[in-house]
């Protein structure tokens, strides 16, 4: 079956813009995470949906990251007012749900955002 | 505050031989560990779980170690092959927060035939 999709999987944007990015799970997954990832660094937790709610949002670096999911299946993350610190690959995951029996998560291939 | 660490320089071993990777915490009491593999432009791709109350867990070629006396997790890689080159993920979880992985910063493998 289909793996976990994101779109775009690049994209280059200007210091101050909006940007979104999509993740697409695996369908039946019920747990989808947002992570992201600098050059030489593993992935940093953002936030994670556990159905339409937000389980834990307690890695979004700050209010310009907002993050929804609103019919428990595709999320769309957002960055308001981007920064070139920004810049970094952006990981979507899912798994069945989360828990310890259900830890295993499967990741998409990222979007590489890149602020000028 | 919480800390993982994983040897940064890459582990360079010849096809055959047994590849041991390690990864310590700090600060941290974690019900459970995960390694994953990832390739260069490429997502993270789960390879073993083991739980806090578990010694050692196998598949296939892979063994990993969870000692949390010391704080610690091994993984080994038997009889390598070139295609097991890659970067190798220690991800920590805990019960205050079932979804939520901390990872290391990952160890280089590279398999010479």
């Known amino acids: 079956g289909a793996g976990v999709s994101q779109t775009p999987s690049n994209k280059v944007t200007e210091k101050g813009k909006y940007v979104e990015l999509r993740c697409d799970p695996i369908s039946g997954h019920t747990a989808l995470y947002w992570y992201r990832q600098s050059l030489g660094q593993g992935p940093e937790f953002l936030i994670y949906?556990?159905?339409?709610?937000?389980?834990?949002d307690s890695g979004l670096p700050n209010d310009r990251f907002f993050a929804v999911r609103p019919e428990g299946s595709v999320s769309t993350l957002k960055i308001q007012r981007t920064e070139r610190g920004d810049s970094a690959v952006y990981l979507c995951a899912s798994s069945l749900r989360a828990g310890q029996g259900h830890g295993e998560q499967y990741f998409g291939p990222g979007t590489r955002l890149t602020v000028t | 505050s919480q800390k993982i660490e994983q040897n940064s320089e890459a582990l360079n071993i010849q096809e055959g031989k047994t590849a041991t990777l390690t990864c310590n915490y700090t600060?941290?009491?974690?019900?459970?560990l995960q390694w994953y593999r990832q390739d260069p432009g490429r997502g993270p791709v789960f390879l073993l779980l083991?739980?806090?109350?578990?010694k050692e867990k196998r598949k296939e070629r892979l063994k990993v170690t969870f000692d949390t006396t010391l704080k610690q997790s091994l993984f080994h890689i038997t009889a390598s092959q070139p295609a097991d080159s890659a970067t190798y993920l220690c991800?920590?979880?805990?019960?205050?927060?079932?979804?939520?992985?901390?990872f290391g910063a990952g160890t280089q493998v590279v398999v010479t035939p």
């Open positions: 991800a920590l979880g805990s019960t205050d927060s079932w979804g939520k992985l901390q």
């Open positions: 083991i739980r806090e109350n578990e």
């Open positions: 600060n941290y009491s974690p019900a459970y």
């Open positions: 949906f556990q159905g339409t709610g937000a389980a834990d």
